[in-house]
């Protein structure tokens, strides 16, 4: 409803039909995207593909749904240290030199031609000082790694959300960010505030931190500002948003991010 009624403040089409089922649509996009990594540099976008499928990179911005994926400027690629890997004394045995060939050979594909890398096994146990070492060396290269992949999923969750509203499509957690967009916008608010909605939820454990934003800005004086999550100004007038749950009845409190107490 909101979406038909002031969908056009973003420059929706109209109608929109809802996708229960976007596997067709996501293949026909996945197999026309050819700019993976388009946000990213040359260099970056090199480095980051080496080590990284792109199956995995394409599914990390699928996966992403409603959630916001929020980006920062990508620091550079660091160019890791291993000459403690590769000097250890501490009681060397057969793992440790296996764990250090296995290394020096990626490294030399690392700084070779290689197109794709996989990531080179420790072969000591998880708790020895050599396994901890070896993970601090490797570090500072993933968490990189992770902050390019983040870039990228970002930029495929908005081409991908895109090419489903060019073609009239709309997931529904295209329709829960979308109506989260709609009251983040100064004049799409204050008019759906004006419909003076008043909003019952039940089970409200299951909702999840966007619906309950929704929900909740959707009932707020027409003149509001900001989120009230975080200013705590202007709440909704009294009667006009009410919620009832138990935490102990939450179907998806396994879920990382999907709902919170």
């Given at each position: 409803k909101l979406l038909t009624d002031f969908g056009y403040y973003l420059g929706l089409p109209a109608p929109l039909e809802l996708a229960n089922d976007d596997e067709d649509l996501w293949r026909e996009f996945?197999?026309?995207y050819t700019s993976i990594g388009s946000s990213l540099g040359e260099a970056d976008r090199e480095r980051l593909l080496r080590l990284v499928p792109v199956r995995d990179l394409m599914e990390l911005g699928r996966r992403a749904k409603s959630e916001v994926l929020r980006v920062s400027d990508l620091s550079?690629?660091?160019?890791?240290d291993f000459s403690e890997i590769h000097g250890w004394v501490d009681r060397p045995n057969d793992n440790i030199r296996r764990s250090q060939e296995e290394l020096r050979q990626w490294e030399e594909r690392f700084n070779g031609t290689w197109e794709f890398l996989q990531w080179p096994l420790c072969f000591t146990s998880p708790n020895s000082n050599f396994?901890?070492?070896?993970?601090?060396?490797f570090s500072p290269l993933r968490k990189w790694i992770s902050n390019a992949a983040l870039c990228v999923a970002a930029e495929i969750q908005q081409a991908y959300r895109e090419f489903r509203l060019a073609r009239g499509f709309v997931t529904y957690a295209d329709q829960i960010a979308l109506a989260k967009e709609l009251l983040e916008h100064p004049v799409a608010a204050a008019r759906i505030r004006e419909e003076g909605f008043r909003v019952i939820l039940d089970e409200a454990q299951d909702t999840e931190p966007a619906q309950f934003s929704v929900l909740l800005e959707a009932t707020r004086p027409a003149h509001a500002t900001g989120s009230w999550m975080e200013t705590h100004r202007d709440p909704p007038p009294p009667g006009h948003f009410c919620m009832v749950g138990d935490f102990q009845q939450s179907i998806y409190r396994d879920e990382i991010g999907r709902a919170h107490v």
């Amino acid at each position: 409803k909101l979406l038909t009624d002031f969908g056009y403040y973003l420059g929706l089409p109209a109608p929109l039909e809802l996708a229960n089922d976007d596997e067709d649509l996501w293949r026909e996009f996945a197999q026309g995207y050819t700019s993976i990594g388009s946000s990213l540099g040359e260099a970056d976008r090199e480095r980051l593909l080496r080590l990284v499928p792109v199956r995995d990179l394409m599914e990390l911005g699928r996966r992403a749904k409603s959630e916001v994926l929020r980006v920062s400027d990508l620091s550079p690629c660091p160019k890791p240290d291993f000459s403690e890997i590769h000097g250890w004394v501490d009681r060397p045995n057969d793992n440790i030199r296996r764990s250090q060939e296995e290394l020096r050979q990626w490294e030399e594909r690392f700084n070779g031609t290689w197109e794709f890398l996989q990531w080179p096994l420790c072969f000591t146990s998880p708790n020895s000082n050599f396994t901890k070492a070896w993970r601090e060396k490797f570090s500072p290269l993933r968490k990189w790694i992770s902050n390019a992949a983040l870039c990228v999923a970002a930029e495929i969750q908005q081409a991908y959300r895109e090419f489903r509203l060019a073609r009239g499509f709309v997931t529904y957690a295209d329709q829960i960010a979308l109506a989260k967009e709609l009251l983040e916008h100064p004049v799409a608010a204050a008019r759906i505030r004006e419909e003076g909605f008043r909003v019952i939820l039940d089970e409200a454990q299951d909702t999840e931190p966007a619906q309950f934003s929704v929900l909740l800005e959707a009932t707020r004086p027409a003149h509001a500002t900001g989120s009230w999550m975080e200013t705590h100004r202007d709440p909704p007038p009294p009667g006009h948003f009410c919620m009832v749950g138990d935490f102990q009845q939450s179907i998806y409190r396994d879920e990382i991010g999907r709902a919170h107490v």
